[in-house]
């Protein structure tokens, strides 16, 4: 049976429902519980005090089958009275959502409490913790079912309202089993899925008011978590279960969310900050984050980027904050996802689904956001993607990325959009490290830049045909007699230092990448370390020196170290492997971001830095940039080349004139 609204255009109307609902009477405790919000002067009438009063003054049943399951005002005898009468009367608490009502009746509330959680206990345990029933289409089990899923929402919807005040929650977090209903709503949560015409048949729609939401169990979870700052999540944990059960649940969902054909924002806005309010909050021990990463967390959130970047573009320039506050939560999420343990493969798998497609369909909208939250947003773009460049893995990624770019749409309004200075120097850079890709071999592979890493050989490798060590990759040698010399001296302990630092998840070919541009790096900004040298370290020779690349911050930093401070996380690389005064050897360290770690490449190189001049004798010499910090390469000069492919720009011929893309500026100092 279907109930209607009420419509209220009297005092008269008012009262005469105020005083059937106070008196017992079904049809009007189901209005007046249901639209007791909008009756005129109902602030007059002390509403909220008759459900209290039924809610404390009605006794609790101790047996969970006598529960009628029915919520019909005409189907009401005086054996379901009492059920139906609590039931509605927690309905009828949702409206105090309103903060200025809880305000008012906040003391009223804690007095029913008690009557509240006992209502709410028993219909948790009578109609939704002993499991989802079968769909049939016979009407009794329809009802059932109806009923098992609105008494789960409207329990979520009354406790979702009494949170609000902190005396309140204060009270409801100290009484025993609080927690393990507001875990079990949450598990619970996908038993019983509610559509449209179903609530239609039973009831109005408007019964699951006054929020638009599918998820109330989370909306509930969520506003527990934030209100107390995530001090529970542990307990809360161990009562759900297992973390691989909490991380695949909330992760599942969410992607349900995402492939509902009505895609509500805030139900998909609630299960992230779910993922993260679990994540952050949990024991670091527990191996949370890693589990929510494995159940693609990351691109579920790319994927969520996408869809409301695109709702976006299509409805702008109509503003839709809902959208614009989960794209920017979204944005902010990104970087804290790619910071596990296997940060590489996830800020591949983030570049692949469609971060940057994201970030371009949504700028319309940027010149509207405040400086803090435009800077969230493009975080990742900006500061932590970027770091990652170092990788020749994710170059090929973000340069792919690139390419299937729809210049036609995506690009039209991005010169004088916000987002333009953050897109052209993530182009800028990934084209210069693509272009060192492409000319590595013809550049930098140059004869002699390679020595036999046995100290007592140290033979140049005049046609680059060197053996390099299996297991680190980063030690050559000219025969096997040395490999084997050069072992017994040290190398052994130093080998399986090194391979620790590289071990995870950074490939032979990112590895051999790092090779090549930490020279590069270190040669290209010679006129820097030459400053550095003569301020810090007056009349050191080179060979004694560590040249440091910081690649795990953007923009890279560099600066200079004696030997005997080797730096953190190298420490116990054994001493004789950097022999103060070895003959023509610098070694250059970089530090590059990998998750919530760093990971370290140490190279070898058999050139002085601070007196030898980056180009080979006969070459064109480098130009100095306008700081003159560092040198302007060919390998800068080609980026710029790649630059203009990605832009959609042909070059006029070999003399095209390249002042207009300028250097990529990306460097800073320390």
Known sequence: MSVSPATHESTTDTISTINGARIGSPSELV?????????????DHGIPSIFFGFLN?????????????????????????????????????IHLVDTTLLDRYESDFIHAWPGIFKWSAFFFASRVQIGPPSRKTGHKDRSTFLVRAMTRDVIAWAWYAALGSNA??????????????????????????????????????????????????????LLLLTTTEGKFVPQLLSIIGDIPKVTETVTRRLGDALRAPEFIPTDCSTLLRLIVHFSDSAPISSGIREAVMNHGAGVLCT??????????????????????????????????????????????????????????????VFHDLEDDEYTNLSAFLSEALPSY???????????????????????????????????????????????????????????????????????????????????????F?????????????????????????????????????LGHLNPREAFRYSPYFKTLAAKDY????????????????????????????????????????????S?????????????????????????????????????????LDPTGSRYVDPVERFGRVKWREYWGIKPVGAGTSETSTGGTGHAGHT
């Open 303 to 364: 994927r969520l980027l996408v869809k409301v970047a695109s709702c976006i573009q299509k409805s702008y320039p109509e503003r839709l904050p809902d959208l614009e506050a989960l794209l920017i939560y979204g944005f902010r999420c990104i970087p804290w996802f790619t910071r596990t343990a296997n940060g590489i493969s996830w800020v591949i798998q983030v570049v692949n689904t469609g971060i940057l497609s994201a970030f371009l369909e949504s700028s319309p």
């Open 168 to 221: 309140i929650r204060s009270i409801m977090i100290e009484t025993r089993g609080f927690f393990e209903i507001i875990a079990g709503l949450w598990v619970h949560e996908d038993d019983y899925k509610l559509d449209s015409a179903e609530v239609a048949m039973q009831i109005s729609p408007e019964v699951l008011l006054p929020f638009a939401s599918k998820r109330p169990p989370s909306f509930l979870l």
């Open 583 to 623: 003959v023509s050897r610098t070694i250059i360290v970089a530090t590059c971001p990998h998750g919530n770690e760093v990971k370290y490449k140490v190279v070898h190189f058999a050139a002085d830095v601070l007196t030898m001049l980056p180009w080979k004798e006969g070459d064109t010499p480098f130009e």
């Open 57 to 93: 003054g009605l006794g609790v049943p101790t047996d969970i089958k006598s529960d009628p399951l029915d919520i019909h005002a005409s189907d009401q005898t005086s054996s379901s009275s009492s059920y139906f009468k609590a039931f509605w009367s927690l309905f009828g608490i």
């Open 477 to 513: 040698y000219c025969s096997k007699e040395c490999q084997i010399l050069h072992w017994k001296n040290g190398h052994k302990l130093y080998c399986d230092e090194h391979r620790s630092l590289e071990d995870q998840a950074i490939s032979y070919r990112d590895s051999e990448y």
């Open 538 to 581: 007056p009349g050191v020779p080179s060979q004694d020196l560590i040249f440091c690349i910081d690649f795990s911050r953007y923009p890279a930093t560099y600066s200079l170290r004696l030997k005997s401070e080797c730096p953190p996380g190298i420490s116990t690389v054994p001493m004789d492997v950097y022999q103060p005064g």
């Open 389 to 475: 460049l170092c990788y020749r893995s994710v170059i090929h990624a973000v340069d792919t990325a690139l390419h299937n770019l729809d210049r036609t749409v995506q690009f039209v309004s991005l010169p004088i959009s916000r987002a333009w200075k953050v897109f052209n120097e993530l182009t800028k850079l990934t084209a210069e490290r693509m272009a060192l890709i492409t000319l590595e071999v013809k550049v930098w592979k140059r004869d002699g830049t390679s020595t036999c890493s046995n100290h007592q050989c140290e033979k140049r490798d005049a046609l680059n045909n060197f053996r390099k060590c299996g297991n680190c990759f980063s030690s």
């Open 31 to 43: 209005v007046l519980a249901r639209d007791w919000k909008s009756f005129p002067n109902q602030l």
